[in-house]
């Protein structure tokens, strides 16, 4: 068996030996192969940074007002707690204490007056005409009320604040759950 390899071996490179110019083709061939290899890392880092820059979007841009994220939280927290046992058509309401807030990055410059006094201006950092944003600090919930058929029942409305308390980080005297008709 082994010999039968080195016999087909040997004549495959009795072959090769034969073509003229095989370094041409063999040079062509490694430059389309380092080709395909460059190509398709440079695609999947393309890929990678566009999914990353959506998700990244994504998450920022997610909601475009406080009523979005209030409407979101509502229906979040409106399925969840209906899929609880006993609970009943549930209906929720958020309130917040205050909308987005947003932070952007700033530049500090300080001069000296004639006079002696340092005077410090801060300057929002612009780049194409748009301001950089370096923090965006989500809404604070305020409060929630939650309408429920089975809030009668006090293993469920302790499995409502619990879900709540889970899904938001909010004191519980902050939420208040009724029995629904």
């Keep these: 068996?082994?010999?039968d390899f080195k016999l087909k071996f040997k004549?495959?490179?009795e072959k090769i030996k034969k073509v003229k110019h095989i370094e041409i083709y063999l040079a062509c061939g490694l430059a389309v192969i380092v080709a395909l290899i460059y190509f398709g890392s440079v695609a999947t880092t393309q890929k990678a940074n566009s999914d990353s820059s959506t998700n990244k979007d994504n998450?920022?841009?997610?909601f475009l007002t406080s009523q979005e994220y209030v409407y979101y939280i509502e229906n979040k927290l409106e399925n969840v707690l209906a899929k609880l046992k006993g609970a009943g058509d549930v209906e929720v309401l958020v309130t917040l204490e205050k909308g987005f807030?947003?932070?952007y990055v700033t530049e500090e410059e300080s001069k000296t007056t004639s006079n002696g006094?340092?005077?410090t201006t801060k300057t929002v950092?612009?780049?194409d005409g748009q301001p950089v944003l370096q923090?965006?600090?989500y809404p604070i919930v305020k409060g929630i009320v939650v309408v429920s058929e089975g809030a009668e029942d006090v293993s469920v409305k302790l499995n409502m604040i619990s879900v709540i308390q889970?899904?938001?980080e909010i004191d519980n005297s902050k939420i208040n759950i009724v029995e629904g008709n």
Excluded: F, G
């Excluded at 998450?59 to 997610?62: A, D, F, G, I, Q």
């Design 101 to 103: 807030e947003y932070v």
């Design 135 to 137: 923090e965006e600090i």
């Design 1 to 3: 068996m082994m010999s």
């Design 11 to 13: 004549q495959l490179y």
């Design 59 to 62: 998450v920022t841009s997610k």
């Design 117 to 119: 006094t340092i005077v």
């Design 125 to 127: 950092v612009m780049v």
């Design 166 to 168: 889970t899904v938001i």
